[in-house]
């Protein structure tokens, strides 16, 4: 647990006014009084504007080493890409990529199929979070592969913008060789995470489950403050990324969207 951690997006409420445009309009969920976007697979065979809503010009605050740029959410080979390069961008030596949900989900399964570079003092995630920009308390779900070790993902939830059930997990083969799938099936009850459709963590009890609707994240950025964590920053000399064959949500209750889907496999609490 490291408490004195920013938190993924913890500063985004200095960019409150820009984010506030995207806020999401929200439907009621199956049963669980948490409402919730309707379930949706997004393979990136086209750049959804509707749905994605793409961060650019602002930074995530003094532990971010970069501005976030459109110019680095770009789609190639089949696949998302988020890029994080060597760019002056206002008072930041680097520039970043992130996308996030114009909308926000509930109870269900999130699954994304991504494949990560490497480098220290970097961290490429995939991860749900609401906020006070958007006038809610801070819940967050999150995969973060902290890039200087490609063996594993670290796994983490915030309830009320404090750290919970930390824990790194395996990523067999390495998070940059190939893709690998990363899923939650967010509950009531419950949190399950799972690497390549293995439980790596399962959170029970009720005092650290979120319980706040939240938009869908992807990001990669760097910096040069948080040594203890993401390891020391040099500079990569090259223009380093991360990819995103294909993200899901399937609400609970609703039946699976694709074969490989957790959804299709994972049984839910009633």
């Known amino acids: 647990m490291r408490s004195n951690r920013p938190g993924s997006l913890w500063q985004l409420c200095m960019a409150g006014a820009l984010l506030l445009a995207a806020a999401a309009t929200v439907h009621p969920a199956h049963a669980q009084d948490l409402p919730s976007a309707p379930s949706f697979v997004d393979d990136f065979t086209k750049f959804d504007h509707s749905r994605w809503y793409v961060s650019d010009g602002w930074s995530n605050g003094p532990h971010q080493n970069c501005t976030w740029s459109k110019s680095l959410v770009n789609l190639s080979d089949g696949a998302l890409t988020l890029g994080f390069e060597k760019r002056q961008t206002k008072d930041r030596a680097f520039a970043c990529g992130e996308i996030q949900t114009k909308k926000r989900y509930g109870y269900g399964t999130y699954e994304a199929r991504m494949k990560t570079d490497t480098g220290s003092g970097l961290n490429a995630a995939f991860f749900s979070y609401i906020g006070p920009q958007d006038k809610q308390p801070w819940d967050e779900i999150d995969f973060e592969v902290l890039t ?17 059930n930390e824990k790194l997990a395996d990523v067999e083969g390495g998070t940059d060789k190939g893709f690998n799938d990363y899923g939650f099936v967010w509950e009531k009850q419950r949190l399950r995470f799972y690497v390549n459709g293995k439980l790596v963590q399962e959170v029970t009890n009720p005092a650290e489950l979120p319980t706040h609707s939240q938009k869908i994240f992807f990001s990669l950025w760097g910096s040069e403050k948080l040594t203890s ?20 949500f399937t609400a609970l209750g609703q039946p699976c969207q694709f074969p490989e889907s957790l959804a299709c496999s994972i049984s839910n609490s009633n």
């Open 148 to 164: 200087k070790d490609t063996s594993k993902v670290q796994v983490n939830t915030y309830i009320s913008g404090k750290p919970k």
């Open 229 to 248: 964590w993401m390891g020391p920053f040099s500079d990569p000399g090259r223009k380093v990324t991360m990819q995103v064959e294909r993200v899901a």
